[in-house]
């Protein structure tokens, strides 16, 4: 199968962006990333108010907004890879009404490097590439210089982040856990050592 379609899980920080650009790049599928959509239409004016509300506070997007965003991009996709959704059990019903899944992956990362991972990391505004000031900076000073760091990547709304992936995520976790769909990967190696892990589950699972 040439466009698999993969739902790829982790708590913010677990490498999500990183292995889902990557897969999309490998496979040449759509990278559908509802943290980007959400930030590029902060101010849009939904019936529950605008996303930027709920973001600065940590929370989550109320669903119909996201699932809108979502079965739009899957439409549209011929084999993608999803990013930061679904993110609580209604959201994967609704995902599994519209769609058929190839793979699940979780991302595995412990709470103390999530924290870390999110506090340094910055990105820049012009390319929009990722760094970590302390992992990876950029070797360019005058990239070093206009760097930002996302509203929410404070260490404080980390910290609210990671709460709320406990509550709501998680137990999107166990339920694909449970019907044997999930594969599990160690998201504490570097990122080639991830990716080599990534590649192989994604293959095995569309092999088989
Ligand atoms: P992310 O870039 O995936 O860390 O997402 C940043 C923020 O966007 C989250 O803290 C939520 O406020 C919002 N968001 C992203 N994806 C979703 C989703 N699937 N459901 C609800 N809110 C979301």
Do not use: C
């Not at 990362?109 to 302390?134: F, K, M, Q």
């Not at 950029?138 to 990239?143: I, K, N, S, W, Y």
């Amino acid at each position: 199968m040439a466009t698999p379609r993969i739902m790829l899980l982790g708590a913010p920080g677990a490498g999500k962006g990183t292995q889902s650009a990557n897969l999309a790049d490998h496979y040449g599928i759509d990278h559908i990333t509802t943290g980007d959509a959400l930030r590029a239409n902060k101010d849009m004016e939904t019936e529950y108010g605008t996303p930027r509300e709920f973001m600065e506070a940590g929370e989550l997007v109320p669903d119909p907004v996201v699932n809108e965003i979502v079965e739009a991009a899957i439409d549209e996709a011929d084999g993608f890879v999803l990013d930061g959704y679904p993110r609580n059990r209604s959201q994967a019903e609704y995902l599994e009404s519209i769609t058929d899944l190839d793979a699940v992956l979780y991302l595995e990362v412990s709470d103390e490097e999530l924290i870390h991972r999110i506090a340094g990391r910055r990105l820049d505004p012009e390319t929009n590439d990722v760094y970590h000031v302390e992992y990876n900076p950029p070797e360019d000073p005058a990239v070093e210089d206009r760097l930002v760091q996302r509203d929410d990547d404070t260490e404080e709304m980390a910290q609210e982040r990671i709460g709320v992936f406990k509550e709501s995520t998680l137990p999107v976790v166990e339920h694909f856990d449970a019907t044997g769909d999930l594969v599990r990967i160690d998201g504490e190696q570097s990122p080639a050592a991830v990716w080599s892990d990534v590649r192989a589950a994604v293959d095995a699972a569309i092999d088989a």
